[in-house]
């Protein structure tokens, strides 16, 4: 498989376009829509948007197909009005999931959300979300007549795991019928960094990275609602999202054009959709094994953080590196794999995927799939 091959067929659009330029300025109306109905409607959802993901960090392969926000609660955003708890009597711990509480000792705020407190006194993520899905199918049925133009009128509404996805289809003409995602994250703004956190040990003064990780740092992390906890199984909490520090530092070390970071995280993408099908975990299910997991690119990103940590200089990142460092972030997936330990960047206890708190998931076929990929990657 040829990597550059692969790059320059598929990983590539034209940013530039004007239907690129255009699809992004209407999602992005669209969504301000949304989140300027949510908050009229409710005042407890008033909220501020912030753009997330591939697409804004110029890393997104193939089209503008797919497009994240993060919806970010004002109220529960201030300071001092939520805690962040560690959720008792797990098997296993993991501090990337936790519960919140209103924390105010103001009475009229607790009153607010009294409906979304339960009796152990925490936020209740679920329902909170579904009262969010609500009000976003609410939005889409009084859209404006200009956020209907090209876009349309079926749209398609999930909860998911944490988001919430609006799938609609853009009709322009280099992209006719074109089928766009949009996911929507519930969540609220920390200011401060989670303790568990060891990035700022991890990195000293004499790193590269070390300003542009101050900065990332000092734009504080955020928690996002979920319907499922570290087992994978439905347990409403709060995760923990580093999405706006990591866009920090993304920007920052692919910001050099003429390096090849940002086409090593490209080409990892196409290779990753390439081969989804065989990149996937199967957990024990009774006496079968159903689909758990498949590799995000949440994952590719994770490891080429841990890739530029330990060689972050830029004769590493030359063009004549690419087959190097693709090589060497796909190695680190297949360690982790074959250590059953895949853990964020950002909170070394934070498991991406938590075997001990799961079933029996097998693995054995992915790393082999993995070890063939490696064998069979080239450059012309």
């Known amino acids: 498989m040829t990597i550059y091959k692969s790059y320059d067929e598929e990983a590539e659009f034209d940013r530039k376009h004007q ?151 853009w009709n322009g003409e280099k992209y006719p019928n074109y089928e766009i995602a949009i996911d929507l994250t519930l969540c609220i703004k920390r200011s401060g960094w989670p303790t568990a956190s060891d990035i700022r040990r991890r990195l000293n003064r004499g790193h590269p ?58 080409a990892l993408k196409v290779l990753r959709k390439k081969n989804e099908e065989d990149l996937c975990l199967y957990e024990e299910t009774g006496y079968s094994f159903h689909l758990a997991w498949v590799f995000h690119s949440y994952v590719l990103k994770t490891m080429f953080l841990r890739e530029w940590c330990e060689f972050p200089l830029d004769s590493y990142w030359t063009r004549d590196q690419l087959q190097k460092r693709v090589k060497g972030i796909l190695e680190r997936i297949r360690s982790s794999l074959i250590d059953k330990n895949i853990r964020s960047f950002w909170v070394p206890d934070y498991k991406l995927f938590n075997f001990r708190a799961r079933n029996k998931t097998k693995t054995e076929q992915c790393e082999a799939n993995l070890a063939m990929l490696l064998q069979n990657l080239k450059i012309d």
Not at 109 to 137: C, M, T
Not at 242 to 260: D, H, M, T, Y
């Open 19 to 169: 239907e690129v330029k255009e699809i992004e300025e209407r999602i992005t109306s669209l969504v301000n829509e949304i989140s300027e109905y949510i908050g009229r409607k409710d005042p407890l959802f008033k909220n501020f948007v912030i753009p997330s993901g591939s697409y804004f960090e110029d890393l997104k392969v193939q089209g503008p197909d797919e497009f994240d926000f993060m919806i970010c609660l004002e109220d529960l955003s201030k300071p001092d009005v939520c805690e962040v708890k560690n959720i008792p009597l797990r098997p296993v711990e993991d501090p990337g999931y936790v519960d919140v509480r209103v924390a105010s000792e103001e009475d009229a705020v607790r009153h607010r959300w009294q409906r979304y407190i339960s009796r152990r006194g925490n936020l209740k993520a679920g329902v909170l979300l579904k009262r969010f899905k609500d009000l976003i199918e609410e939005a889409f049925t009084l859209r404006k007549r200009r956020s209907r133009e090209k876009i349309s009128e079926d749209v398609e509404i999930e909860l998911r795991k944490i988001p919430v996805t609006v799938k609609l289809r």
């Open 209 to 266: 990275g070390f300003e542009v990780f101050q900065e990332a740092v000092s734009a504080g992390h955020h928690l996002v609602a979920s319907t499922i906890g570290e087992s994978g199984k439905h347990r409403p909490c709060w995760r923990l999202s580093f999405s706006v520090a990591e866009g920090i530092v993304l920007k920052s070390i692919c910001k050099n054009p003429r390096l090849a970071h940002k086409m090593t995280l490209k």
